[in-house]
């Protein structure tokens, strides 16, 4: 990242202009913007792998599509958190939605909703099977509301009050992150353990002495070395990772929707191969899912809980105080939303 990046990858607000080339959209238009630019029409977006599109991948350091609000090694594309976004491939990335029902029921149809969803459908969780979730933030509630909607049981872990409090309201029986948790959940499923568990923590390191040294240290380094410790270097929290292995039951799947960064970082692989377990994850492909979800945001009766996750909005002024204050967990702050126009 660099000083004057925008960041910022969950927007939607109202077209202002619309370049020549896009006929599916007009000045007035109301729309959602996935995180991940594609062009809807190469090999991988015709797989439904727009994160992978080839028309907007970051070859330059081996990436995959393009995304706003990033890093270098995802093209550095302008963010949202601003008051105007341009929105390249906008022909097929903006998502038209209606002009009556609040901001809310569609905002997060721009990243965290299919997300969540992409890691359900990833869990292939059988007919009436466990669900466990790890890590109870905005990506988790939304992935235990998923798992409730289809009929699992839900039992989701974060060390977080707040947290287990808002799940729970949802039908998602809630523990706290403990060294024994995993025997928790063995106990609770016939001795096996869930038949699939979401990973929604990721690299987060707050709280790990090993991982928050690690950031610290490269915070230190100039930047091109910096660059290249990350690109080689295991800086991951893997607790959450872990302990998901640990607990899910044999023969189950781990879905990562957690972001993860780190090349070099230790992996149970014994335990994975005697577990003979299924591993899937990447980032979500949002148009993919934006159509089957679009009905579901829209329902009066809010099956997914749409409304029922925002804790904090602020205009763009409040976003560096309201990004600690998430940090730290403080204030029950769970999920911000920031109005530029506010």
Known sequence: MHKGDVIGHEPMGIVEEVGSAVTNLRKGDRVVIPFNIACGSCYMCRQGLQSQCETTQVKAKGSGA?????SELYGSV?????????VPHADYGAVKVGS???????????????????????????????LGVSGLGPVGQFASRIGVQRGFRVVGVDPVPERREMAARHGV????????????LREMTDGRGPDAVVDAVGMEAHGSPVAGFAHQALGLL?????????????????AALHTSIDAVRR??????????????????????????????MGQCNVRNWT???LPLVEDDADPLGVMDLVTHRSGLEGAPALYEKFQKKEDGCIKVVLNPGA
Request: net charge negative; aromatic share 10%.
């Open 66 to 70: 393009a995304l706003f609000g990033y």
């Open 78 to 86: 302008p963010g949202g958190q601003a008051e105007y976004l341009r």
């Open 100 to 130: 009556e029902l609040p901001d809310e029921r569609y905002l997060f149809l721009s990243d965290i909703l299919p997300t969540a969803w992409q890691a359900v459908e990833y869990a292939n969780v059988p007919p009436g099977g466990t």
């Open 173 to 184: 029986e809630t523990f706290d992150f403990g060294k024994d948790i995993a025997d928790e």
């Open 222 to 238: 100039p930047d091109k070395l910096a660059q290249k410790a990350m690109e080689t270097g295991g800086v991951d929290r893997l």
């Open 251 to 280: 023969g189950g799947t781990v879905s990562l929707s957690g972001v993860y960064g780190g090349t070099a970082s230790p992996m149970p692989l014994l335990t994975m191969f005697d577990k003979q377990l299924q591993v899937r």
């Open 291 to 293: 159509d089957v979800l």
